[in-house]
Antibody, heavy 118, light 110 residues
Framework: EVQLMESGGGLVQPGGSLRLSCAASGFTFTNYWMSWVRQAPGKGLEWVANIKQDGSKKYYLDSVKGRFTISRDNAENSLYLQMNILQTEDTAVYYCASVGARQLYESWGQGTLVTVSS | QSVLTQPPSVSAAPGQRVTISCSGS????????VSWYQQLPGTAPKVLIYDNNKRPSGIPDRFSGSKSGTSATLGITGLQTGDEADYYCGTWDSSLSAGVFGGGTKLTVL
């Protein structure tokens, strides 16, 4: 059974940092691009970042470029999102997702809530 | 403002049919495949349709997808109260080099 389990969310002050993790199991992690997708309270889905199977290519939402860094550890079947200079607009549930062919978000975690507030 | 445009809400009676549109441009829907996701209240999204019109195993054939030019459509027949959810279209935007989603459509089964 495919499982994606996010962790690391919480309350942080504006300008602060947070590192999200996603533990993957039940599928061959190294075969997949991986994504972070977020959802602000009461709002729709917003793609945040993608990373290639070997970590050699990364893509980011314009509003997080220079502040967020996506990475992965294939030996540990884990995906990460380092978030710096957090802003109130970054408040959201953050989901990790495995990305199949043609940008299909095949499997999703349960999400972790990040709240940026003073 | 989402790159892909969906109606905010649709509604229909149980047993009826409903369609949800997703409008984009040549840099996204026009030259890439579209997928559709269902998000039940309080849960993570799940795949309903991929590659414009394919259903993953376990998704009933009441759900269908189509694409024409720069627009895509999700169809749901034989509506059930359990279909009440938010529905999102998604694809890749080749100009932005970014994933894009529609703003989501809330389906109410009256």
């Amino acid at each position: 059974e495919v499982q994606l389990m996010e962790s690391g969310g919480g309350l942080v002050q504006p300008g602060g940092s947070l590192r999200l993790s996603c533990a993957a199991s039940g599928f061959t992690f190294t075969n997949y691009w991986m994504s972070w997708v977020r959802q602000a309270p009461g709002k729709g889905l917003e793609w945040v970042a993608n990373i290639k199977q070997d970590g050699s290519k990364k893509y980011y939402l314009d509003s997080v470029k220079g502040r967020f860094t996506i990475s992965r550890d294939n030996a540990e079947n884990s995906l990460y999102l380092q978030m710096n200079i957090l802003q109130t607009e970054d408040t959201a549930v953050y989901y990790c997702a495995s990305v199949g062919a043609r940008q299909l978000y095949e499997s999703w975690g349960q999400g972790t809530l990040v709240t940026v507030s003073s | 403002q989402s790159v892909l445009t969906q109606p905010p809400s649709v509604s229909a009676a149980p047993g009826q049919r409903v369609t949800i549109s997703c409008s984009g441009s040549s840099s996204n829907i026009g030259n890439n495949y579209v997928s559709w996701y269902q998000q039940l209240p309080g849960t993570a999204p799940k795949v309903l349709i991929y590659d414009n019109n394919k259903r993953p195993s376990g998704i009933p054939d009441r759900f269908s997808g189509s694409k024409s030019g720069t627009s895509a459509t999700l169809g749901i027949t034989g509506l059930q109260t359990g279909d009440e959810a938010d529905y999102y279209c998604g694809t890749w935007d080749s100009s932005l080099s970014a994933g894009v989603f529609g703003g989501g459509t809330k389906l109410t089964v009256l």
